[in-house]
């Protein structure tokens, strides 16, 4: 068989329609129905999540992983990675021509993971679903409102803009006060709005790829507790480090790295809070000066300034006294932890590792 050199997302598309494969059977001859192909991933972890499948009578919910060839399962580390505990199905456009046990896909926890080699049970050759799938692009290709949004006239464009706008920020209000109400219906406790900001803060910091975990990481952080203990700026990093979980079997012979471990171990029984499992952090397709941990070491200085600063009060001032509200917002976050950067910005990458 020729073996054409073809995407990734090429094989999502032929996985995704139904019809161009019939009578599947993994590589150990086991009948495959499919239910649900799954909901596509466009982040990190595995192709497609939520599919439904059934293997020799056996039905299956979880994740489905797409590769070209079997070796990719270990070339990409998915075995190391908890985020691919999930999958149920591998799929693969083409069988390396060497059989070889050691290609065989397994999670982390040694589970072996079926595998369904889609050009063995095609109902079409290559070619002609290459061609009918390069004139017949997927919708998120398509503009759904094209070209119809052409002879709409542009202030009833731009009107509608505002008006989202606006409700946005409707919206975020409402979502404040929520927030406040969780707390305590007593509003007037500067703790309640210093705890709001914090977590606001976080999950800005999170971007969409984490906005989830940072959430949790702020949910995690009792503010009336740590202020008691009086931290220095070196635990409070433990703390956002050992909490996110990336102080979890991390060996580095680094200055810094083990000054978090240590006093991690010292302060974890004073927190008992839960903590993240380092693997439900992103960093698939972030630019480095995104990545969670660079992220959390800011975050750990906001945390700093929100307990023994005046930062929630300097933020209200800007509000009521400043005249360049952008750029005095911009100062005030510019100089968080700035004599602390310097020291530690590399120590930071290798958590990354």
Request: charged share 30%.
């Amino acid at each position: 068989m020729i073996k054409h050199s073809l995407n990734e997302n090429f094989i999502c598309r032929i996985w995704e329609n139904g019809s161009y494969y019939k009578d599947l059977k993994t590589t150990e001859g086991k009948s495959v129905e499919i239910f649900d192909t799954g909901i596509r991933n466009s982040d990190a972890g595995p192709d497609y999540y939520g599919a439904k499948i059934r293997i020799e009578g056996v039905t299956y919910n979880g994740c489905v992983e797409i590769h070209k060839t079997e070796k990719e399962w270990h070339e990409h580390k998915h075995r190391t990675d908890n985020k691919y505990n999930s999958v149920i199905l591998q799929v693969l456009l083409y069988k390396d021509e060497v059989d070889n046990d050691s290609m065989t896909p397994l999670t982390k926890k040694s589970r072996n993971i079926p595998t369904v080699v889609l050009s063995e049970f095609l109902t079409k050759s290559i070619r002609d679903i290459w061609k009918e799938i390069i004139y017949n692009p997927s919708e998120s290709f398509r503009l759904p409102c094209y070209p119809q949004n052409k002879d709409i006239p542009f202030t009833l464009k731009s009107g509608w803009f505002s008006e989202l706008s606006i409700q946005r920020l409707k919206n975020k209000s409402l979502k404040i006060n929520h927030h406040l109400e969780i707390f305590s219906e007593d509003c007037s406790k500067k703790i309640f709005w210093e705890k709001v900001l914090f977590d606001f803060i976080c999950e800005a910091l999170g971007y969409s790829k984490n906005k989830k975990q940072f959430l949790t990481l702020a949910g995690n952080i009792d503010l009336s507790k740590l202020r008691g203990m009086k931290l220095n700026r070196i635990q409070a990093d433990s703390i956002m480090f050992g909490l996110s979980g990336f102080l979890k079997d991390l060996r580095f012979n680094d200055k810094y790295i083990y000054e978090l471990k240590l006093n991690w171990n010292e302060l974890r029984d004073k927190i008992r809070r839960d903590i993240l499992d380092k693997s439900e952090w992103n960093f698939f397709r972030l630019r480095p000066a995104n990545f969670p941990t660079l992220r959390i070491a800011y975050a750990s200085g906001i945390l700093y300034e929100v307990m023994y600063g005046s930062f929630f009060r300097s933020i209200v001032s800007v509000f009521e006294k400043s005249g360049d509200i952008s750029k005095s917002i911009n100062d005030i976050f510019r100089n968080i932890g700035e004599e602390d950067h310097h020291e530690m910005d590399g120590s930071v990458i290798l958590l990354i590792i």
